[in-house]
């Protein structure tokens, strides 16, 4: 690793960097060597020269949806701010996307997101002129959202409130509300696993809900190109700022929702209420509390473990582990959690796997 050390630039290199500094649950233990690449050349380079040295690479962005392990991440770690947008003009929607349940479901009476819904503030786009727009895998999500309702772009106003970017974003297939991100994806730049870039349209992503095929791949994600709206820009942006209200009860200091909601068809099986894996949580494992160290389970969001203040990712871990134990005993579900577990041996973490 010496030798990648110093082909680095210095300026955007740490040796033994603390990971909690770069994720919003504030845990983790250190990275080896942490780069931080400004341009999507940067991060190419970069990825390339610790894979010919045989370092270990991983890429994290906005630093929201991961647990790091104590133990750190071996070898490089390279945080993408990559910050390019691109706003190519008007152009014909090219293929027509199936919709996908993005299985939100709310019960008036129980749960976490009790009597707070958006069915008030939905509405349909797919009539608009389509406008084609670019953006590197580094961007900000919130400030794409508000510079491109700015320039006249709307269609991602459904995901305002949400901690990330834009390569985050396309790797879980983020949903807002009843929307998901793939619905206005067309197509995604990566580079594979043999170094070489090569684009991916949207019949071979892969996409389900909060999934998509990066999660098996290996693939870095490097830009995606977006068919979005000519649409309403002042009602796009009360939805944004609207929608962003109303899911403040999700606690900062996490890594957003652990476990991914059930199925309609298990929803239906158990005859529960909704599909929210919150509701269990909180009303059949009566968990919402629940305190492992330094960390707890939410009383805001009980699908949200949050950082008390001195939270270890052991602490988060053994939570996790035992609202799934608990949830498969009880109702025979087993839950697949949200976040993305970084640096863990596969003993660790066998039950996610």
């Known amino acids: 690793m010496n030798t990648l050390i110093k082909q680095l630039n210095t300026k955007h290199t740490k040796l033994s960097e603390p990971l909690s500094n770069h994720t919003t649950l504030k845990i983790g233990g250190k990275a080896d060597i942490f780069y931080e690449a400004l341009d999507t050349n940067d991060l190419v380079n970069t990825i390339k020269l610790a894979k010919y ?18 133990k750190g991440i071996k070898g490089l770690v390279i945080k993408n701010s990559t910050k390019t947008i691109k706003i190519k003009g008007e152009k014909p929607v090219s293929e027509q996307k199936a919709r996908i349940s993005p299985r939100w479901q709310v019960n008036k009476d129980k749960g976490s997101f009790k009597g707070i819904d958006m069915q008030d503030i939905d509405y349909d786009e797919s009539n608009e002129i389509r406008i084609e727009v670019e953006m590197d895998s580094g961007v900000d999500l919130p400030f794409a959202i508000k510079y491109l309702i700015d320039h006249g772009a709307t269609g991602l106003q459904w995901y305002a409130g949400i901690p990330g970017t834009i390569g985050g974003a396309v790797y879980n297939n983020i949903h807002g509300g009843t929307h998901l991100i793939s619905e206005v994806i067309e197509k995604v730049k990566v580079l594979d696993t043999d170094l070489n870039i090569k684009e991916l349209k949207i019949k071979d992503l ?5 999934k998509s ?17 000519k649409g309403d820009a002042k009602k796009a942006r009360f939805t944004a700022e609207e929608w962003a209200k109303r899911k ?13 909601n059930i199925s309609e068809k298990q929803k239906e099986k158990l005859k529960l209420p909704t599909t929210a894996t919150g509701y269990i949580i909180e009303h059949e494992l009566n968990m919402k509390g629940y305190k492992s160290g330094g960390a707890s389970i939410s009383k805001d969001h009980a699908n949200f473990i949050i950082n008390d203040g001195n939270a270890k990712a052991e602490d988060y871990l053994r939570i996790m582990k035992l609202v799934y134990k608990n949830t498969f005993e009880k109702l025979k579900i087993k839950l697949i959690p949200e976040i993305i577990l970084l640096g863990f041996e596969k003993e660790e973490i066998k039950e996610f796997i």
Not at 206 to 210: S, T
């Open 206 to 210: 892969g996409f389900k809900y909060d």
């Open 248 to 260: 403040n009860i999700q606690p900062g200091n996490s890594a957003g929702c652990t476990f991914k």
């Open 53 to 70: 040295q045989s370092v270990p690479v991983a890429v994290i962005g906005w630093g929201s949806n991961i647990l790091i392990s104590d």
């Open 213 to 229: 095929r990066f999660h098996k791949t290996g693939e870095i994600i490097l830009s995606a190109v977006f068919s979005l709206f």
